[in-house]
């Protein structure tokens, strides 16, 4: 369980919170809570947060914070979000710590996966 007193709370827009949790229920298994017709919350078993419905998202052009999971499998990864309706918006690349893709999910926001293996 999180101690939600410690973790932080990630509240992310979306441009279509049906769209948000499908993907991120299909990909990361989290688990959602809807509280009324804009905003969901989200259990990922390591953080809490939620989607709030929004005509802006969240992406490196517009220089907002990038929310970065971990996979031991990139590849596998990877093409699960393909499969799942996200977008590969900067192709796998290495940095000192291992490697990671960014991608956009099908709300429109950017967010990341990076493996050390």
């Known amino acids: 369980m999180i101690?939600?007193?410690q973790a932080p709370y990630l509240e992310i827009p979306s441009r279509s919170l049906s769209a948000s949790?499908?993907?991120f229920t299909r990909v990361f298994h989290w688990s959602f809570t809807d509280y009324g017709a804009e905003y969901c919350a989200f259990d990922s078993g390591f953080n809490l947060g939620g989607f709030?419905?929004?005509a802006t998202v969240s992406s490196g052009?517009?220089?907002s914070c990038?929310?970065?999971l971990y996979s031991e499998s990139l590849a596998q990864t990877e093409k699960e979000v393909i499969a799942a309706g996200g977008t590969i918006c900067r192709p796998t690349f290495t940095f000192p710590g291992g490697r990671r893709f960014h991608f956009t999910e099908?709300?429109?926001s950017e967010f990341?996966?990076?493996s050390d293996r």
């Open 21 to 23: 949790k499908e993907f």
């Open 61 to 63: 052009a517009q220089s």
């Open 106 to 108: 099908p709300g429109g």
């Open 52 to 54: 709030y419905l929004s």
């Open 3 to 5: 101690d939600s007193q």
């Open 112 to 114: 990341a996966v990076w």
């Open 66 to 68: 990038l929310i970065v």
